[in-house]
Antibody, heavy 117, light 111 residues
Framework: EVQLVEAGGGLVQPGGSLRLSCAAS????????MGWLRQAPGKGLEWVAN????????YYSDSVRGRFTISRDNAKSSLFLQMDSLGGEDTAVYYC??????????WGQGTLVTVSS | QSALTQPASVSGSPGQSITIPCSGT?????????VSWYQQIPGKAPKLMIY???NRPSGVSDRFSGSKSGNTASLTISGLRAEDEADYYC???????????FGGGTRLTVL
């Protein structure tokens, strides 16, 4: 069974940084693209970033490019999202997801990031 | 404002069929077959229902189907059940600076 478990969310001040992690199990992590998506409170889904199975390609949404960095450790079946220069617009539940055939076929339960002073 | 356009809400009675449209442009829905649909029960993580326009993942009921015509994709749910009540989101690959786009979501109410 595919399992994705996010961690690292919490309360952070505007301008601060946070690093999210996602522990994957139940599949061969190094064979899949992986991604991060988010959902602001009461709002819709937003794609944030994804990374190729070997880490050689990374893509970002306009809203986070230059502030967020996606990375992975295939040896530890882990995905990461380094978030810098955080603002109120980044407050959201962040989901880790496995990419499959141009979609996200498995999602974690999400971790809440709140940016507030 | 979301990049893909969906109606905010749709409703139907048990047993009926409903269709949720997802309107895009020639830079996204119109140019690729990379359209997917997600179901989200409030408070839960999204679930993939349709990928590549009209493919169902294993375990998804065949009451769910997808299609595309021009710049508009659609999700059809037949034989509506109370358990189908949820938010539904469409998504598409795009040739824009943000390569993955989502619709704003449609709240389905089963009357």
């Amino acid at each position: 069974e595919v399992q994705l478990v996010e961690a690292g969310g919490g309360l952070v001040q505007p301008g601060g940084s946070l690093r999210l992690s996602c522990a994957a199990s139940g599949f061969t992590f190094s064979n899949y693209w992986m991604g991060w998506l988010r959902q602001a409170p009461g709002k819709g889904l937003e794609w944030v970033a994804n990374i190729k199975y070997d880490g050689s390609e990374k893509y970002y949404s306009d809203s986070v490019r230059g502030r967020f960095t996606i990375s992975r450790d295939n040896a530890k079946s882990s995905l990461f999202l380094q978030m810098d220069s955080l603002g109120g617009e980044d407050t959201a539940v962040y989901y880790c997801a496995r990419d499959y055939s141009w979609s996200s076929d498995n999602w974690g339960q999400g971790t809440l990031v709140t940016v507030s002073s | 404002q979301s990049a893909l356009t969906q109606p905010a809400s749709v409703s139907g009675s048990p047993g009926q069929s409903i269709t949720i449209p997802c309107s895009g442009t020639s830079s996204d829905v119109g140019s690729y077959s990379h359209v997917s649909w997600y179901q989200q029960i409030p408070g839960k993580a999204p679930k993939l229902m349709i990928y590549e326009v009209n493919n169902r993942p294993s375990g998804v009921s065949d009451r769910f189907s997808g299609s595309k015509s021009g710049n508009t994709a659609s999700l059809t749910i037949s034989g509506l059940r109370a358990e189908d009540e949820a938010d539904y989101y469409c998504s598409s690959w795009a040739t824009t600076s943000t390569p993955w786009l989502f619709g704003g979501g449609t709240r389905l109410t089963v009357l």
